[in-house]
């Protein structure tokens, strides 16, 4: 599968900015959907955004709507994810993930990354 690398997370207060990116190896990286999900401490893996394979159809998490903007390069093999806005509750590790159907569901996606911490600080 492709191997995909989160960078960009750290620490920010609420009401910041982060920018979180997603780089895959291989040559295929554009015949994938891209999604990004986060996972907070004691609660399950949820579905934050994604984006379809040319780019043109994104989709967000009614939580993350309006404040996320996920987004893509395929000519870098890149995917993005700025968030503005952030609030506590965004604590989480987020992850990049891969596959070949364009969905909200985890069992959806092929390849993940190994996650990065974003912490929002009240």
């Known amino acids: 599968q492709v191997q995909l690398v989160e960078s960009g997370g750290g620490v920010v207060q609420a009401g910041g900015s982060l920018r979180l990116s997603c780089a895959a190896s291989g040559r295929t990286f554009s015949n994938y959907h891209m999604g990004w999900f986060r996972q907070a401490p004691m609660k399950e893996r949820e579905f934050v955004a994604r984006i379809s394979t040319s780019g043109i159809i994104r989709n967000y998490a009614d939580s993350v709507k309006g404040r996320f903007t996920i987004s893509r390069d395929n000519a870098k093999n890149t995917v993005d994810l700025q968030m503005n806005s952030l609030k506590p509750e965004d604590t989480a590790v987020y992850y990049c993930?891969?596959?070949?159907?364009?969905?909200?569901?985890?069992?959806?996606?092929?390849?993940w990354g190994q996650g990065i911490q974003v912490t929002v600080s009240s």
């Open positions: 993930a891969a596959g070949r159907i364009l969905s909200a569901r985890l069992d959806a996606y092929d390849a």
